[in-house]
T-cell receptor, first 115, second 114 residues
Framework: AQSVTQLDSQVPVFEEAPVELRCNYS??????LFWYVQYPNQGLQLLLK??????LVKGINGFEAEFNKSQTSFHLRKPSVHISDTAEYFC?????????????FGRGTQLTVWP | DADVTQTPRNRITKTGKRIMLECSQT?????MYWYRQDPGLGLRLIYY???????NKGEISDGYSVSRQAQAKFSLSLESAIPNQTALYFC?????????????FGQGTRLTVV
């Protein structure tokens, strides 16, 4: 079974500050890792994903995430946030080798960027 | 037009009523999913389908049923709505790459059961 823990339910930051949203996972099998973002009144959209290769993954809107297998983490970072980054962010995993394609989500982190 | 369209976007219904949430997609994906989002709980899987003949229960399927009318359409029904089914419901599709595929979500249906 898989589980995802997002360590912070809310992260308030000021504009242009750096931010890190933390994600840890637990799984008995190897996984693929994803970050999705949900802007107000919208569905989720893919921010970035880790499938294999380099452990540093770059996504849209200047976000990046680093896969750390030994710590089973996949933290999301941005060096300088904007007001428009205010949204809820979800970390998710899926099982490698599975044909199901289903995602297991964390509980979400609300990022609020203040001017 | 959105790739994944959900109707209605908002719905208030009474306890005991039957309600159907509809989802259609233009992505051409075989895989479709229904998730439920509750504040502080993330998204939980209700049902998923890999094609019109393949329907599978997710982790919270009790009280729900689904119908895959065509590759492009996947409906979720609440046979007898109850207040704890008040939530935000998302339909999603995924690319045909198994666990690697990107998911595409609709804008959600906010359901309130009174």
């Amino acid at each position: 079974a898989q589980s995802v823990t997002q360590l912070d339910s809310q992260v308030p930051v000021f504009e242009e500050a750096p931010v890190e949203l933390r994600c840890n996972y637990s799984s008995s099998v190897s996984v693929y890792l994803f970050w999705y973002v949900q802007y107000p009144n919208q569905g989720l959209q893919l921010l970035l994903k880790y499938l294999s290769g380099s452990t540093l993954v770059k996504g849209i809107n200047g976000f990046e995430a680093e896969f750390n297998k030994s710590q089973t983490s996949f933290h999301l970072r941005k060096p300088s946030v904007h007001i428009s980054d205010t949204a809820e962010y979800f970390c998710a995993v899926s099982s490698r080798g599975s044909t199901l394609g289903r995602l297991y989500f964390g509980r979400g982190t609300q990022l609020t960027v203040w001017p | 037009d959105a790739d994944v369209t959900q109707t209605p976007r908002n719905r208030i219904t009474k306890t005991g009523k039957r309600i159907m949430l509809e989802c259609s997609q233009t992505k051409g994906h075989d895989r479709m999913y229904w998730y439920r989002q509750d504040p502080g709980l993330g998204l939980r899987l209700i049902y998923y389908s890999f094609d019109v003949k393949d329907i599978n229960k997710g982790e919270i399927s009790d009280g729900y049923s689904v119908s895959r009318q065509a590759q492009a359409k996947f409906s979720l029904s609440l046979e007898s709505a109850i207040p704890n089914q008040t939530a935000l419901y998302f339909c999603a599709t995924s690319e045909g790459q198994g666990a690697r595929g990107r998911a595409f979500f609709g804008q959600g249906t906010r359901l309130t059961v009174v």
